[in-house]
T-cell receptor, first 114, second 116 residues
Framework: GAGVSQSPRYKVTKRGQDVALRCDPI?????LYWYRQALGQGPEFLTY????????KSGLPNDRFSAERPEGSISTLTIQRTEQRDSAMYRC????????????FGSGTQLSVL | DQQVKQNSPSLSVQEGRISILNCDYT??????FLWYKKYPAEGPTFLIS?????DKNEDGRFTVFLNKSAKHLSLHIVPSQPGDSAVYFC???????????????FGKGTLLTVNP
């Protein structure tokens, strides 16, 4: 596709449920990132992949959060046993190698945990 | 602890005038700085960047200035147009020697409104 695609666009779930957020990066982009953005804040780093390797997961808040990119393309961010504090916009971005921060962001998945 | 600070949540200017958006940072390991622009319901899009070895970078109506000693950068938009109305995020990445040179740290953003 022409840009980074994220699905679903909106996700409403009940506390305690697991959710999976999908990201389809720009074709040919080897680097993939997940960020989380709370209302009124800038995006905050969660994790980074280079091809299929998760190079940095230091931004994941706790072990309920995990991400994978098994074939070096599509990535899934999974949140287990969701809590209300997990409610936020989750943004995926992709880039070429050595992009020095010049990322292409998707429109995000707005997660609401009731 | 906010390492990248945008102290003005909003800014309103008249069409044709200059818009100046400001950003301060605290981490000395940052050596590359970027501005992103975000329209409602869209993801942020890259606008302009500057390396710490420069003090100015210009691209059309957009100019970014960096004052390394003051740990301050600013984005100037001249002349401002109604289509520039958006949230502007300042962001920074550390240098190669600082590690994590892929990890963007964002400010909270400034909402710019350009009035016709």
């Amino acid at each position: 596709g022409a840009g980074v695609s994220q699905s679903p666009r909106y996700k409403v779930t009940k506390r305690g449920q697991d959710v999976a957020l999908r990201c389809d990066p720009i074709s040919g982009h080897v680097s993939l990132y997940w960020y989380r953005q709370a209302l009124g804040q800038g995006p905050e780093f969660l994790t980074y992949f280079n091809y299929e390797a998760q190079q940095d997961k230091s931004g994941l808040p706790n072990d309920r959060f995990s991400a994978e990119r098994p074939e070096g393309s599509i990535s899934t961010l999974t949140i287990q046993r969701t809590e209300q504090r997990d409610s936020a916009m989750y943004r995926c971005a992709s880039s070429l190698a050595n992009s020095r921060g010049k990322l292409f962001f998707g429109s995000g998945t707005q997660l609401s945990v009731l | 602890d906010q390492q990248v600070k945008q102290n003005s949540p909003s800014l309103s200017v008249q069409e044709g005038r200059i818009s100046i958006l400001n950003c301060d940072y605290t981490n000395s390991m940052f050596d590359y700085f970027l501005w992103y622009k975000k329209y409602p319901a869209e993801g942020p899009t890259f606008l302009i960047s500057i390396s710490s070895i420069k003090d100015k970078n210009e691209d059309g109506r957009f100019t970014v200035f960096l004052n390394k000693s003051a740990k301050h950068l600013s984005l100037h938009i001249v002349p401002s147009q109604p289509g520039d109305s958006a949230v502007y995020f300042c962001a920074a990445v550390p240098g190669n020697s600082g590690g994590s040179n892929y990890k963007l740290t964002f400010g909270k953003g400034t909402l710019l409104t350009v009035n016709p």
